[in-house]
């Protein structure tokens, strides 16, 4: 069996190593993977924006099934050009992709099927954003409604940063064409809670609750980043709060998407924001969150593969999906100066002691070493049977691990600690 996973960062290498435990998988090649993958799996220069390139190679190669892992390639289509080849996939189509590829079609769709989120108002009239501006409570959050890396998204504390924020997106294209359109939503407070789910369209079937730390620094300051580290589970995720989000959330997203003629299949990514009024939406992704897929995937117990296929053939209902009760910690090993500017082409050692707990996200191999390329470079994944445990190993990993101007948070799962004492 020939697999082609599409991608190339830590969370792709955390799939690749999952799926390597198939003993029925034969062969799997990453487009484009990075240098560390490259240990895991036969990489091959193709962007995962190349869809053509991709159908090509895929084809080219006999590929008998496609993981398709990034946002980008989900909302061009590259899951649907595969399946038109007549290579099965995992991973939404693209008029399924838009949950994540537009906020304001995820924002409308909550709306009209009475999913709990923050209230909102969408704007691609500069003037009229500005204009609302003026009479919103502060703080208050501005998206922007397309992809841009896990940055789009801006808390404004006050009117001024606001009006910023907004020019910035709308009149200064900070974020390309995906700042056209933005949403300006009341802010919510909370624990935040990410969990993944596969669903086949019919079925669903969440994954273990994880813990992002979005902010560059300590103590959740600086600026926002792709994520500098997680826990699972969640603390802040209990039974009576899961129940909830199933009735409440889960089904009816499923549901919806159904009703809308866009029947979901793939790994479905619910950011939640436990309020006072109970669990809501504050984001959806079309797949696998990075780097929460570092510490969910370590604790599956039953085979991605065979999940995997039982969501494309749409048999999820009746296919193990079980995880161990042992947690996790992954520490995120950054470029200093990200994710701003940084300096790139670092010698990147890894002993080999450490090395299958090492996911690959920022490298390129060249003349036989490992090279930093990218702003995450590294995540350090443990897993333990205690929180404390996880999360001491994970930094203990982290240690061992080194390149120059390497930087990383030291309070990764802090409060996922003081949140389990409290409770």
Do not use: W
Request: a negative charge; proline letters at 5%; glycine letters at 10%.
């Amino acid at each position: 069996m020939k697999v082609l996973v599409v991608g190339g960062g830590g969370r792709e290498h955390a799939v690749i190593r999952k799926l390597r435990e198939n003993k029925g998988i034969t062969e799997i090649y990453a487009l484009p993977g990075n240098g560390g993958i490259a240990a895991d799996a036969k990489c091959e220069p193709i962007a995962a924006t190349d869809i053509s390139g991709i159908t090509a190679f895929a084809v080219e190669k006999g590929i008998d099934y496609a993981v398709v892992t990034p946002d980008d390639p989900l909302v061009l289509g590259c899951v649907d050009a595969l399946e038109e080849k007549g290579i099965p996939c995992f991973g939404p189509r693209a008029n399924a992709a838009i949950i994540e590829g537009s906020k304001v079609f995820s924002k409308n769709l909550m709306k009209k099927y009475g999913i709990p989120t923050a209230r909102y108002e969408t704007f691609d009239d500069l003037d009229a954003a500005l204009a609302y501006l003026e009479t919103a409570p502060m703080p208050t959050v501005i998206k922007a409604d397309g992809l841009a890396l896990g940055k789009g998204v801006i808390i404004a504390r006050n009117l001024a940063e606001a009006r910023t924020a907004v020019i910035d997106m709308m009149q200064n294209a900070r974020f390309g064409k995906s700042g056209e359109r933005v949403v300006i939503e009341e802010f919510l407070e909370g624990p935040e809670v990410s969990v993944l789910a596969f669903t086949d369209g019919k079925t669903i079937k969440p994954m273990v609750s994880s813990m992002d730390h979005k902010r560059a620094g300590d103590n959740d300051t600086g600026l926002n980043t792709g994520g500098m580290g997680t826990v699972a589970p969640n603390p802040y995720y209990t039974e009576a709060v899961a129940a909830r989000c199933m009735e409440e959330i889960f089904l009816p997203t499923i549901a919806a998407m159904n009703a809308e003629g866009r029947p979901f299949k793939g790994c479905l990514y619910f950011g939640l924001m436990i309020t006072k009024d109970g669990p809501k939406v504050i984001e959806y992704n079309c797949r696998f969150g990075d780097p929460e897929t570092q510490v969910v995937l370590p604790l599956l117990e039953s085979d991605l593969f065979t999940i995997m296929r039982a969501v494309t053939e749409e048999r999820l209902a009746e296919t193990e999906v079980t995880f161990s009760d042992k947690n996790a910690c992954c520490v995120i090993l950054a470029s200093k100066g990200y994710p701003e500017s940084y300096q790139k082409g670092y010698q990147l050692l890894i002993p080999e002691t450490v090395r299958e707990q090492v996911f690959v996200a920022g490298a390129k191999l060249q003349d036989g070493q490992l090279l930093t390329s990218g702003g995450r470079v590294v995540g350090c994944t443990a897993v333990a049977d205690t929180l404390p445990e996880a999360i001491h190993d994970a930094y203990e990993i982290a240690g061992q691990v080194h390149f120059e101007n390497a930087y990383c948070r030291r309070d990764i799962g802090a409060r996922a600690l003081k949140a389990a004492q409290e409770d």
